[in-house]
């Protein structure tokens, strides 16, 4: 059977889509495709916001209390913890907010 051009490519993708999937990787949707995949929000405890930003417990507390640092989210009455994306966007701004612009 003798292979048109369309049809070695369509192979060749899918035989590229097999050995990223095998990889564990995620196969990037076509423009043309909208995803319904939803990235999940990742929430960080009171430690490993220390441990990432380097600031204590009380100064995280206090700079929340002002309104400078991302606010906790009670998911209990007995549990809180901080969504990692904000807390990333803060040490961001805070990166950039030492660096004088030309």
Do not use: C, D
């Not at 441990?51 to 998911?75: A, D």
């Not at 990692?84 to 004088?100: D, F, G, K, N, V």
Request: no cysteine; glycine share 6%.
């Amino acid at each position: 059977m003798i292979k048109t051009t369309s049809e070695s490519v369509t192979r060749s993708g899918l035989l590229a889509r097999e050995q990223r999937i095998s990889r564990g990787e995620r196969a990037a949707a076509p423009p043309s495709e909208p995803t319904n995949e939803r990235t999940p929000i990742r929430m960080l405890r009171l430690s490993q916001v220390v441990e990432k930003t380097g600031l204590g417990k009380t100064s995280i507390y206090e700079l929340q209390k002002q309104g400078r640092f991302p606010r906790s989210v009670n998911l209990t009455g007995h549990s809180v913890r901080w969504i990692e994306a904000e807390i990333e966007a803060w040490l961001t701004r805070q990166a950039q907010a030492r660096i004088p612009t030309p």
